[in-house]
Each structure stands twice: as C-alpha cells, then as structure tokens.
C-alpha cells in the first residue's frame, strides 16, 4: 500500500511538472514561426523598395532617361498596332510612316527638318528647356539592318540607347516577324 500511496503521488507530480512546462501552447514553435514570416515580410518590402531606386542611380543620367522614355513612347503609343491585345506589337505601316516621312532627316533639303522637329515635340525631345536628337533603328534578330532613321550618329559625344524586342504586324496580310527597335538619343 505504501508503495501504491508513492507511485500515485509520482504521476500527480509528472502530471504537473507536463502542466507547467507548457504542454498546452507551443510557444516556442509559435515564436519561430512568427519570426520567420516577420523576416520574409521585411525581405519582400527591401526587395520592392531596391527596384524603386533603380532610375535614380548615378550610373542613369538624363540622355539614358530620354532614350527610354523615347522607346517606351514609340512603341506603346505612336507605333502600337492597333488590333494588338499586348504590349510590344507595332504596325508596320506606322512604322514604315514614321520613319520615312517624320524621322527622313538626310532627305531634308534646305534644313527645313519641320517633319524631323514635329517628331521630336512627338516624343518629347524638343522643347524651349532641352533639344536632344534622335536616331531610330529597327534590325532583323540576327543583327541585319531593317530599316534606319534619323541623323547619323555622332563621333564624340554621349549617347543614350535603349533596346526593345517587338513583333511587327503587318495589319493587311497578318505577316508578322520579330525584330529589335534601338533608339539612341543624343
């Protein structure tokens, strides 16, 4: 009996050492648990918040700034086809247009580039504050010129470019072909 009285006595002091050890919440596991959304959270908001600094690195100056605002406008407004769903999908009649007609700056005679400027108002690049020029290329994947605008490029001075893959449609024969549109300004 003595013995029973002992044995009985150990459960209820097992029973209540399991108690106040915490055999109720995992606090432990609750904690690490916690942390490790905390840290994946932080690392999500750094790595968000790196790509917003990104155009204001030193190594973006404002000629690169306009080479890619001129890309951007050409291809998502002015050239944009117009039966196209997605981005990067321009005319090849708006383009043909724009490069033979506004941007034909060796065809000019007399320095009457009024087509050459109104193109430049179009996309940003002449105002009263700032005068840049622009030259636009479009080549094959294979590094074949498709077709060249613009003045030529000059030797001794700072160029921005910028390079986008686009897939030119031709909207009355649905041929389509892909091609990289280079726009350097200067």
Do not use: C
Not at 3 to 19: A, E, G, H, S, V
Not at 69 to 98: A, H, P, W
């Amino acid at each position: 009996m003595r013995y029973l009285y002992l044995f009985d006595n150990l459960n209820t002091f097992k029973n209540k050492r399991l108690y106040m050890n915490g055999d109720r919440a995992q606090i432990t596991i609750d904690y690490v648990v916690g942390m490790g959304i905390f840290l994946l959270a932080i690392a999500y908001v750094f790595q968000f918040m790196y790509g917003l600094f990104i155009p204001y690195q030193s190594g973006s100056d404002e000629i690169t700034l306009a080479a890619d605002r001129t890309g951007s406008l050409l291809i998502e407004r002015i050239l944009v086809s117009d039966r196209s769903m997605t981005m990067n999908v321009i005319d090849q009649r708006k383009l043909y247009y724009f490069n033979n007609t506004k941007m034909n700056y060796s065809s000019q005679t007399h320095f009457d580039d009024t087509q050459y400027n109104t193109a430049l108002r179009g996309v940003g690049l002449f105002s009263n504050d700032s005068i840049f020029d622009l030259n636009i290329s479009v080549e094959y994947l294979n590094g074949t010129i498709m077709n060249q605008s613009g003045p030529v490029l000059p030797e001794n001075t700072r160029i921005g470019q910028t390079k986008r893959i686009v897939m030119i449609i031709n909207t009355s024969t649905g041929y389509n072909e892909t091609a990289i549109l280079s726009t350097r300004v200067w």
